[in-house]
């Protein structure tokens, strides 16, 4: 069946870091790939997407290219802020325009002053 | 502004008790959802709803039950069946062209 893996947490950097968040799926189709963020006490929103292969998502300087060789969509911004401080979701949805995602564990990242 | 309203936020019950957690939504969206949130687990599909009097299981269906008798509204009753029912609960929905939408989440915790 469909699968998300990403990086265990917690992730914990400075302000202006660069952060990376591996994520690498399993699917049997072409699906769609997707990175939700969850803010302390909230739902998720959705951060960025990808449809197809060689695509990249971007949004608020984070960035995930969609890479069909390597089945991953790993994510990243070159410049940290604490506001980005949050978990951090890796879907897919299979066949793409099914919207029973498949998540990931989440990754937690808190970003210090 | 439309959005996805749960609630309350927090909710305690006894074991052995069913309880409803609330969903309503004014998107005009077709699709409804539930979610499951536990620590390090991710989230997991309980039921979904494409249109209005039907719904489907999702992957951890047992122990829980929905209505879909307006398009706004998609209760999810937690039963005394449920052997877990401690957890973070979120309601989504979309439609055609549009990204899931999630609510803010109803933190149950029984006892």
């Known amino acids: 069946g469909d699968s998300v893996t990403q990086m265990e947490g917690p992730v914990t950097l400075s302000e202006e870091a660069f952060l990376t968040i591996n994520c690498t799926y399993t699917?049997?189709?072409?699906?769609?790939l997707f990175w939700y963020v969850q803010y302390p006490g909230e739902g998720l929103q959705l951060l960025l997407k990808a449809t197809k292969a060689d695509d990249k998502g971007s949004n608020k300087g984070f960035e995930a290219t969609y890479r069909k060789e390597t089945t991953s969509f790993h994510l990243e911004k070159g410049s940290v802020q604490v506001s980005d401080s949050a978990v951090y979701f890796c879907?897919?949805?299979?066949?793409?325009?099914?919207?029973?995602?498949?998540f990931g564990a989440g990754t937690t990242v808190t970003v210090r002053a | 502004d439309g959005g996805i309203t749960q609630s309350p936020k927090y909710l305690f019950r006894k074991e052995g008790q069913n309880v409803t957690l609330s969903c309503e939504q004014n998107l005009n969206h077709d699709a409804m959802y539930w979610y499951r949130q536990d620590p390090g687990q991710g989230l997991r599909l309980i039921y979904y709803?494409?249109?209005?009097?039907?719904?489907q299981k999702g992957d951890i269906a047992e122990g829980y039950s929905v209505s879909r008798e307006k398009k706004e509204s998609f209760p999810l009753t937690v039963t005394s069946a449920q052997k877990n029912p401690t957890a973070f609960y979120l309601c989504a929905s979309h439609s055609a062209n549009s990204p899931l939408h999630f609510g803010n989440g109803t933190r149950l915790t029984v006892t």
């Open positions: 709803s494409q249109i209005v009097n039907d719904f």
């Open positions: 699917a049997t189709g072409y699906p769609s």
């Open positions: 879907a897919l949805s299979d066949p793409p325009n099914d919207y029973k995602l498949s």
